[in-house]
């Protein structure tokens, strides 16, 4: 299938829907109606929209799920890319976006547990970037490679570059249990997908163009929260998945607010340490005043008895 322009998968605005903690109930529900079966054409109004979701989103690889789990539906049920052949096919593999020039992606491996990667589709800013991060993370983890980590080069669109560079690291790897390799010659943009073009007009009406942000620049040496790195598994159905990522962010927001009662409890204490603390040392004080105030009346008598003596 030969794709005519540039386009998204619907199931990135799924996710977005279940996922982005900023959006309103009619938001959500609107980005709900996004169909994860089909692309859409990447229009102004599309890309705006996106722009805008992103910009708004936390600064972290929470988002990097949705696109890598667009990534890895595409792969035939049963199979994974080895770590080579991923880099070497990166270009035309399945990814959230897609255009006659590919996926954005370039990839090659110059030695052994070492690859450079480059990405320049959808818009570059600091969120995009942590996403692609995170995004490169999970999906070269489901190849089997042991302890990745992925940093973001010195290159960066955000700081005037053409592309932005990647550096990807690894130890060894294993083969997924019970699944077979896909090769380069089996790999297609297409391979896999149930997604099918939709015309722009099917297409939830997108909002107004945003206002432009400014956003802060990108640290090439911030690295993404490690508890979200975890791969996405490409045996889960897309409800399996809104499913379980609703239930992460509700056990996140509990523990959240376990943490914020245990803070709030640990002031408490802390103030109400302070008054007994206040009360002790005033009841100390008194108690010494007195102690003092006796021991000169004390001192006082002992004067007058020995000025009776004397006189007598």
Known sequence: MTVEGPQVSGKVFRFLSAMHPALSKGERKRYAGYDPDKWYAWTPDISAEFTDLMRRSPRDSSFARGFAYVAQRAIPEGGYVPTRTLFECLDRLPSAYRSPDGSGFEGRMDRAGHAIVTYACMPGFANVCIAIQGELTQRIQASGAHNVVVRHGQTCRVNGGSRCEFEVEWSGETPPANAYA???????PE????????ANEDAPAAPPLPEPVTTTMYDPNETPSAALATPLTADLTGEDLFLQLRKRLSEADRQ??????????????KLEVSRVKAQADSEIARATKERDDALEVVADLKRKVRALVSDE
């Open 256 to 269: 959240a607010r376990m943490y914020q009662d245990a803070r709030n409890e640990i002031e408490r204490l």
């Open 191 to 198: 391979m896999g997908a149930s997604p099918t073009p939709a």
């Open 182 to 188: 896909i090769e380069g010659n089996d790999l297609t």
